[in-house]
Nanobody, 120 residues
Framework: QVQLVESGGGLVQPGGSLRLSCAAS????????MGWYRQAPGNQRELVAT???????NYADSVEGRFTISRDNVKKAVYLQMSSLKPEDTAVYYC??????????????WGQGTQVTVSS
């Protein structure tokens, strides 16, 4: 079993910053992709940023230049540094991973989500 556990959400004022963390654990032989999605009330879940092994990070247009994704492959972790936060960034943020287990099977996994609220 693979688990993704997020941390770092909370309440922040507009213009502020937050850093989300996600750590993967379990039967992981390889990591193809890790990233972040978000879902605001009444909206569909949308991509925020992803990092593919050996590739360049991919960002949603709405966060380009404000958010930075990074990974620590040794810790099997992914981070999202969020700056210049806006009220429209308010959402539940989900960690996402595409990983291969020791049996050679590639699957995608989701964390439980962490709430980010941007409000004065």
């Amino acid at each position: 079993q693979v688990q993704l556990v997020e941390s770092g959400g909370g309440l922040v004022q507009p213009g502020g910053s937050l850093r989300l963390s996600c750590a993967a654990s379990g039967s992981i032989a390889g990591i193809y992709k890790m990233g972040w999605y978000r879902q605001a009330p009444g909206n569909q879940r949308e991509l925020v940023a992803t990092s593919t092994s050996g590739g360049s990070p991919n960002y949603a247009d709405s966060v380009e230049g404000r958010f930075t994704i990074s990974r620590d492959n040794v810790k099997k972790a992914v981070y999202l540094q969020m700056s210049s936060l806006k009220p429209e960034d308010t959402a539940v943020y989900y960690c996402h991973g595409v990983m291969t287990d020791w049996g050679g099977v590639r699957r995608e996994y989701w964390g439980q989500g962490t709430q980010v609220t941007v409000s004065s």
